[in-house]
């Protein structure tokens, strides 16, 4: 810490209580209360350096008989106080004493309120704390910050004599130019390369700094500017912004300082640490902190700040802070939600008023945020089909809107088991996502499956409509065999399940064939159970032969796989008609309708459906129409053959 020695008389001022007395010899002739503080001084070196000191003194009677009582002076309102006035008074002895940033400022605010200007002697007060001020403490990182902490209690005096605004402009200035500039120690990498030492350590100005040594990184100034309080640390962020710093290092300042006064605003910060804060401020102060802390945010997405933003939302439920904080704070998070986790979504409802135990009406406002954004900007185009120009989007490079699909559908599935969610909100929030946002429809089924299962109450027609909300062609084959024996899907849904899924057989079967058929060697680029049967890709040659031959043999064993589905189904096909006609057998003419009728509740409740007798039917015409569609079209290649050989 810089200081500056003044005078040059040695201390002449001893303590006794309350008291200073000033021991040169001579009886004191003036005394002046300050804050219940007694200084015994003389009028004589007070009058030639402080103009108000003289004024008061010029107009105090002259009265003999009451000489103690005309010369005791009482100054209530002098800035800093009896310790600003007793370095005061001891300039004014010219006795030695030392000038350091945290004293300057009570120094020079105490000047200006005693008048010591040039007029009153040369070299004055005022001129030595305004000479410290502006070629020492606002030279230095360190020195500029305490002198602006050491401003708080002195308002507005500081303000008036420009020392808050000088601090400011000299730490923000000092925040976007590079440390070492202004005399941090340096690596070797970051410019001083012949000043390093034979040891390999750091020097600070020629020495060997050893452990001293600090690396420049963007957030080396968060730390100290952390140590102001709210409105002076408000005007330093917004002192760097006009600056141009980094938007990044805003943000991560920003954090800092939150994590810091914000008791609980991440859930790593353990209740025995946020107890443990001997100092925890009233929650209309903390409201006022967050409101602050969410304003000084820079609008740029960073997905480092996501989870932040998450706590703060959290921590603006309990605090009931105002809702244009609420609203902006969703905003940001729904500008990078792509970036956030389930457990961030899984916000608490802290409201009397709602009934779920997270506060989904919050994570639809916030996907409503993310869905204006994402019409608002430059993304890459969808097709129809699902496709994503230059790839497919299933690859790595995953667009944000899929990312958000797999994220509110495992929410959907975590909401999925609380019982006072409504079968519209359940709907509403699965909607709010367009259908490009899901490649696969799994993740939707898993939560449809889990509401209908926690809701069993749900009519038919509500079921319907959550079910609605699924594309059955957009099942893996693994989820339509499990839905296919789902009970508790609506009768309609199941049979859909179950046409894509012979569908799904019938155009992987055709797309083997295809690829198998050696006069036209190019395979469908993609499969797409909604559209034809196959979409038509480039003629493979040289390199492209050896792949389509791979190909050929992955869909070969697809194809054996799916044969092996057929037949399953071929058989449970058989065995529940066997079973049904061992129950239609007369077993006499009283009750005989009775009987069956029981019989085939029975076997509804054993094989889980209703219909599958019909279902049996369709699959036995699927199967029949596939083995036809085999023989035309190995008629039709045998045809292509002689039909080539003969032009041959």
Known sequence: MALEKLGSKPDGFQRRGQAWFCTTGLPSDIIIEVEEMFFHLHKFPLISRSGKLSRLISQTPDDDDEEEQSFHIILPDIPGGADAFELAAKFCYGVKLELTPINVTPLRCAAEYLEMTEEFGEGNLILKTEGFLNHVVLRSWKDSVRTLQSCECLMPLAEELNIVKKCVDSIAMKACTDPSLFGWPMTEGMGMQGMQSTKGGVLWNGINAGTRQRTAHLDWWHEDVAELSLPFYKRVISAMEAKGIRQESIAGAVMYYAKKFIPGLTRRQGIAKTLSLTSAPCEADQRELLETIESLLPDHRAGNTTKFLFGLLRTANILNASDSCKKSLERRIGLQLEHATLDDLLIPSYSYTVETLYDIDCVQRILQHFMAGQQGAESTLVNPHGFEEGGFMGSPSMTPIMMVGKLVDGYLAEVAPDGNLKPAKFHSLADALPDYARLFDDGLYRAIDIYLKAHPWVTEEEREKICSIMDCQKLTLEACTHAAQNERLPLRVVVQVLFFEQLQLRNAIAGAFLAADGTDPSRPSHINPATDLAMPGPAVGGDGWNNALQENHVLRIDMDTMRSR???????????????????????????????????????????????????????????????????????????????????
């Open 566 to 648: 057929v037949h399953e189904l071929e058989r449970e096909c058989s065995t529940m008609r066997h079973e049904i006609e061992k129950i239609d057998k007369p077993k006499g003419a009283r009750g005989s309708s009775t009987g069956s009728g029981s019989a085939w509740n029975f076997m509804s409740k054993k094989f889980g459906c209703k219909f599958k007798l019909q279902v049996c039917e369709s699959q036995e015409k699927i199967v029949e129409s596939q083995n036809v569609s085999k023989r035309n079209m190995e008629a039709a290649r045998s045809s292509r053959h002689q039909q080539s050989s003969s032009v041959a």
